[in-house]
T-cell receptor, first 113, second 114 residues
Framework: EAAVTQSPRSKVAVTGGKVTLSCHQT?????MYWYRQDTGHGLRLIHY???????EKGDIPDGYKASRPSQENFSLILELASLSQTAVYFC????????????FGEGSRLIVV | AQSVTQPDARVTVSEGASLQLRCKYS??????LFWYVQYPRQGLQLLLK??????VVQGVNSFEAEFSKSNSSFHLQKASVHWSDSAVYFC????????????FGDGTQLVVKP
């Protein structure tokens, strides 16, 4: 049974519209992350969180907000979606120590038109 | 600063051949190092990881990687590849301590020809 689930798995959004990507983990992990993957490229960190009600900026936070209302849930919000935000978004979780494995969701494919 | 470089964007090998995917890292201390695999339309899954001890680490599906501090490398190897190994492979680095930032390379797409 998947321990990190993302929704929606796929979405088409209109430029200027609001998009919310949701992530739920049942791993009881403290850390959660949102990454962006563009075709043919690696993962870039958007936002992360190490405790509920607190989020941190990653390497490419502009145009994105994050919300961590509970340990299990971590959302990525695009208030005004733009064409350049077309990508696949991955959520991941891990335990507190830096040597621990990341557990990924299956990704959310976002197309902005 | 820390970074991970995977110099090969795409590697093509024949089924049954041996494989090496290269990874170079930049970090002043000894990092945690990982290899992840991504199959089409899926998230990443851990293949293996290293922090200390034996520089050769074994992973799932007969993959192994060798850490070299002198070369700042963590190359992934497999003695005999199968067509099902076709995927994108990512090398990643994590610093020690309480900071849990993970840095990824750009990935290497492996194509196994039948």
């Amino acid at each position: 049974e998947a321990a990190v689930t993302q929704s929606p798995r796929s979405k088409v959004a209109v430029t200027g519209g609001k998009v919310t990507l949701s992530c739920h983990q049942t791993n009881n992990h403290d850390y959660m992350y949102w990454y962006r993957q563009d075709t043919g490229h690696g993962l870039r960190l958007i936002h992360y969180s190490y405790v509920a009600d607190s989020t941190e900026k990653g390497d490419i936070p502009d145009g994105y907000k994050a919300s961590r209302p509970s340990q299990e849930n971590f959302s990525l919000i695009l208030e005004l979606a733009s064409l350049s935000q077309t990508a696949v978004y991955f959520c991941a979780s891990t335990e507190q120590n830096s040597g621990n494995t990341l557990y990924f969701g299956e990704g959310s494919r976002l197309i902005v038109v | 600063a820390q970074s991970v470089t995977q110099p090969d964007a795409r590697v093509t090998v024949s089924e049954g051949a041996s494989l090496q995917l290269r990874c170079k890292y930049s970090y002043s201390a000894t990092p945690y190092l990982f290899w992840y695999v991504q199959y089409p339309r899926q998230g990443l899954q851990l293949l293996l990881k290293y922090y200390s001890g034996d520089p050769v680490v074994q992973g799932v599906n007969s993959f192994e990687a060798e850490f070299s501090k002198s070369n700042s490398s963590f190359h992934l190897q497999k003695a005999s590849v199968h067509w099902s190994d076709s995927a994108v492979y990512f090398c990643a680095l994590s610093r020690g301590g309480s900071n849990n930032r993970i840095f990824f390379g750009d990935g290497t797409q492996l194509v196994v020809k039948p």
